[in-house]
């Protein structure tokens, strides 16, 4: 037996790997000493035999396999002529370094090797994955290969997974994690509304965390198995798989199968967790961040004009738009072929001359006299059966020969996994983006893809591939009725997310901190929407709705001709803030701030000396004083000049104690603001404050 560590700053990974025989996971913590004797470390964790167990009891480890007695579910699955075929695969050799790990796996019976790749990436957080090579085989089928299993510590005794449906994403449950496990596979075609894709583990005797991922933009199969079966040591196994609700896939002579990445990270909290995914996406995920622009203000087209478009009225909106401060205008549906409502046209990506009898360069250029840039709405990967392109290819959409097509939203979706379609779709993007000054696209995706056939998230990230590498710098955005898809691997590729179709305020406060958990303010889009809302109903006052939306990447999605004079005032006034905070929005470490009120929420920025808080209250307070807000991430040391940013919250002004003090500002020291706080008027319903802080000495 041998015994590898991989190091990160501050986490240390213990693989025991043995020539011929199993490899598995000896520790996942805190950073250990050099020189610390690692063959100790695995005998201080290691378990005698008991009863009922074969007489050498099966390791599911970093590769579970039935064979040995091992309960849960294989990490290969294969078939031949419909028998399933049990593997062996035992280590033949590996290959390490400082922070990577892969180890080479046989068969003795088959064909076929797999390696199994570790590495400790930006902030600690971990990368593993799978590769599979048949080097002759035949007639093999693959039903299933996960990613590397991470065998979980038993420290980790709660889970929280995430549920939700359209315009109500990501409702975090929290539970025991019981014998019985978890297991959750999704069958339409991308990740859903559900959040299936993330799951977050707690160590309740230390408040750390563990979390993971599965960066695929398909559909995933999640699942936590404990062995109580008497037959291994119990621990429990995380394995998360591209999901194939398809069938079998074909696995040739020659082929090679690579998983998606699964994504770990360990933390100390839920702040730390997830400071960690922000520093990594932006290390090593997100696309071309050095050329990045500041994260400009949007307009979109939709909630002020819906389908209604003229050229003159997207005009006045632009214009409208620019006296706030907006510097991106968005056009929304409605722009293309016979699209006058969501029954027609998908796939017919040829500007309208109903709608622009010049096309779209009038429109462009007064945009770009207005000082902002231009984007456009699009949904490629679906077709209406009323469109010209279904029209010439029937053939293109998902479907199974003789049988009905069933629609959802009146409209199909394309087999994205057939050339012909992409290159298809690649010419009229092409085309658009050549022929128009265009920076960005909304990139929607508001089917479920039925009936299922593989291939389909791997054809989306090949055209966003090759379009990316003809337009280096549009960016894009990926929508899928919110939150329907949202991954690590489409943020490989895309520079921002739409995280749910709803725009309510209250409601946003619980989204966006739940999407903030594994997702950098910066690519999460937030706008300040219309009141009454259009899904929720609810009226909400202007002050609150902008406050909200300035954590994240800032945007209206509302007609501002349909607002008071004070409205647009104080619209205008956040939109100013926000340009002037945007830096450290979406540069430094989000902070999850607790209060005792539930109906209090309360998130922080720091950067570079300075800190912007929000906290904002959705309920009428049991209480008229309610307790300090406490600050996080302050030097204790340091001493900080505080205010409260203007306009203040209508409701709650009149209860502010020393409206003076606040205004010329405290200078308070970080170990004062963290220990006890600011005592703030949360005593109102949609009452929102914000705190700036700028370190003096």
Partial sequence: MEFLRLDGAALTLVFALEAGGTADLAYCGARLPEGEDLAMLAAASARGRHESQPDVPPVPGLLPERKGGWSGTPAVVLRRDGQSI???????????????????????????????????????????????????????KLERLAAPALPLPRRFTDLTTFAGRWAGEMREHRRALAPDGFVRTSAIGKPGFAGGNWLVLHDEASGAVLAAHLASSGDCDTRIECDMQGSADGRAVLQMAAAQPHGLAGFPVGAAVQTPRAVFALAPDRSALGQAFHTYLRADVL?????????????????????????DALIRLAEDAASLGIERFVLDDGWFGGRRDDRTSLGDWFVSPDVFPSGLAPLIARVHQLGMDFGLWVEPEMVSPDSDLYRAHPDWCLHTPGRERPTMRGQLALDMARPEVRDHLFGRLDALLRENAIAYLKWDHNRDLFPSAPGQAQGFHALLDRLRAAHPDVEIESCSSGGGRID?????????????????????????????????????????????????????????????????????EADPARMSDKERETLAAHIAFYKAWRGVLHGGQLHRLAHPDPAVTAMMVTHEGKALALAAQTAFSPVFDAAPLRLAGLEAAARYRVTLPEPWPPKARDYLGKPDAWREGLTLSGAALMADGLALPLTHPETAWLIALEKIA
């Fill in 86 to 140: 049990e593997t062996d695969f035992r280590a033949r050799d590996w290959q390490a370094t400082r922070d990577n790990l892969v180890v080479n796996f046989t068969d003795g019976a088959l064909a076929l090797t797999l390696s199994l790749a570790w590495r400790i990436a930006a902030a600690d957080v971990i990368e593993a994955y799978a590769v599979l090579v048949n080097h002759g085989e035949p007639d093999l």
């Fill in 287 to 311: 696309p071309q961040r050095a050329s990045w622009s500041p994260r400009k203000v949007h307009l979109n087209s939709w909630e002020a004009l819906g389908f209604d478009l003229t050229q």
């Fill in 488 to 556: 690590f691997g489409v943020l490989g590729r895309c520079t921002r997310v739409w995280p749910s179709d709803n725009n309510d305020a209250i409601e946003r406060l619980r989204i966006i901190p739940a999407w903030s958990q594994f997702l950098p303010l910066e690519v999460v889009g937030s706008h300040v929407g219309p009141s009454p809302n259009p899904i929720t109903r609810r009226r909400l006052a202007m002050d609150f709705r902008a406050k909200v939306a300035l954590f994240g990447h800032m945007g209206v």
